[in-house]
């Protein structure tokens, strides 16, 4: 067999959260690419159903758009449901949805921190139980979950106590599951990107250019298109001994 064939994901079927629009569309495309079936999710239907027709029209594969905010357990198990009832099984599923405000630790508001930690290390749990629930019976899955090189590091001018514990909570999660479930055919895995070019951060040019370029040993920010390959791999057979990790794609940020 061909290196390349270990990439191949022909026939399978990957779930990716938050896919309408960032990281997540970007994923969801290249997953796509690589020959898997996408279900494309979001907090609004709509806007999922137009990114699941756009990359059914530009990769051949078959899409689904699905509505499901992560942090609400009953929409999870009604988006599985919907997966299985569409395509009778659930190979990969990165657990990307994720928020992020930015505020002095003395001042987050208790809702802002419940709110953050509903999405991003609630969903993530929420997402990967229900999601190993599927691949345990089945027997195989793969399954990545969105962290940051906020897990690792502390980002800087932006005060962001709340995002980079949840972050950090997202590699714990990822590593206690994955010895759960390593025995039984089911891998967890995390990324951890850098500083990417998403209306997430689009908010922050000034900041951009004085404080995170300048920081970045790579010199730049990353280009959403790059995590691509890095999501292609965790989810495929080119990852088949690799559970409980963590891929750091930050441009050598947390380096210095
Ligand atoms: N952009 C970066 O520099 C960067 C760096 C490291 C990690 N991340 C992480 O990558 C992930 C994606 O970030 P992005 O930059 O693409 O952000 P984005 O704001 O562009 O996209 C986030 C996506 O998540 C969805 N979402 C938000 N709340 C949700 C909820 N409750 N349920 C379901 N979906 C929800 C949004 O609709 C959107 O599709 C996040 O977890 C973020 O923390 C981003």
Not at 125 to 134: S, V
Not at 135 to 156: D, P, T
Not at 231 to 256: C, N, P, Q, R
């Given at each position: 067999?061909?290196?390349?064939?270990?990439?191949?994901?022909?026939?399978?079927v990957a779930l990716i959260t938050g896919?309408?629009?960032?990281?997540?569309?970007?994923?969801?495309?290249?997953?796509?690419?690589?020959?898997?079936?996408?279900?494309?999710?979001?907090?609004?239907?709509?806007?999922?159903?137009?990114?699941?027709?756009?990359?059914?029209?530009?990769?051949?594969?078959?899409?689904?758009?699905?509505?499901?905010?992560?942090?609400?357990?009953?929409?999870?198990?009604?988006?599985?449901?919907?997966?299985?009832?569409?395509?009778?099984?659930?190979?990969?599923?990165?657990?990307?949805?994720?928020?992020?405000?930015?505020?002095?630790?003395?001042?987050?508001?208790?809702?802002?921190?419940?709110?953050?930690?509903?999405?991003?290390?609630?969903?993530?749990?929420?997402?990967?139980?229900?999601?190993?629930?599927?691949?345990?019976?089945?027997?195989?899955?793969?399954?990545?979950?969105?962290?940051?090189?906020?897990?690792?590091?502390?980002?800087?001018?932006?005060?962001?106590?709340?995002?980079?514990?949840?972050?950090?909570?997202?590699?714990?999660?990822?590593?206690?599951?994955?010895?759960?479930?390593?025995?039984?055919?089911?891998?967890?895995?995390?990324?951890?990107?850098?500083?990417?070019?998403?209306?997430?951060?689009?908010?922050?040019?000034?900041?951009?250019?004085?404080?995170?370029?300048?920081?970045?040993?790579?010199?730049?920010?990353?280009?959403?298109?790059?995590?691509?390959?890095?999501?292609?791999?965790?989810?495929?057979?080119?990852?088949?001994?690799m559970t409980g990790g963590e891929l750091?794609?930050?441009?050598?940020?947390?380096?210095?």
């Amino acid at each position: 067999m061909n290196v390349l064939d270990k990439f191949k994901l022909d026939g399978k079927v990957a779930l990716i959260t938050g896919s309408t629009r960032g990281l997540g569309k970007a994923s969801a495309i290249a997953l796509a690419q690589a020959g898997a079936n996408v279900v494309i999710t979001g907090t609004k239907l709509k806007d999922a159903q137009t990114v699941a027709s756009e990359i059914a029209d530009s990769t051949g594969r078959k899409t689904l758009g699905l509505q499901c905010d992560v942090s609400k357990s009953e929409q999870v198990n009604a988006m599985m449901d919907e997966i299985i009832e569409t395509f009778g099984k659930l190979d990969i599923a990165f657990n990307n949805a994720g928020i992020a405000t930015v505020a002095n630790a003395e001042d987050i508001p208790e809702e802002d921190y419940d709110n953050l930690m509903a999405v991003n290390l609630k969903g993530v749990f929420l997402c990967t139980q229900a999601a190993g629930r599927i691949m345990l019976r089945q027997g195989s899955g793969s399954i990545i979950n969105m962290a940051s090189m906020s897990s690792h590091i502390v980002n800087v001018p932006q005060n962001i106590a709340h995002y980079a514990a949840s972050k950090a909570g997202v590699l714990q999660l990822t590593k206690a599951i994955a010895a759960e479930w390593a025995p039984r055919g089911v891998r967890v895995n995390a990324i951890s990107p850098g500083y990417h070019n998403t209306e997430m951060v689009a908010g922050f040019k000034e900041l951009q250019e004085q404080w995170w370029v300048p920081r970045i040993p790579m010199g730049r920010m990353a280009q959403p298109v790059e995590i691509g390959p890095a999501i292609v791999f965790l989810a495929s057979d080119a990852s088949s001994y690799m559970t409980g990790g963590e891929l750091v794609t930050d441009g050598g940020y947390s380096l210095w």
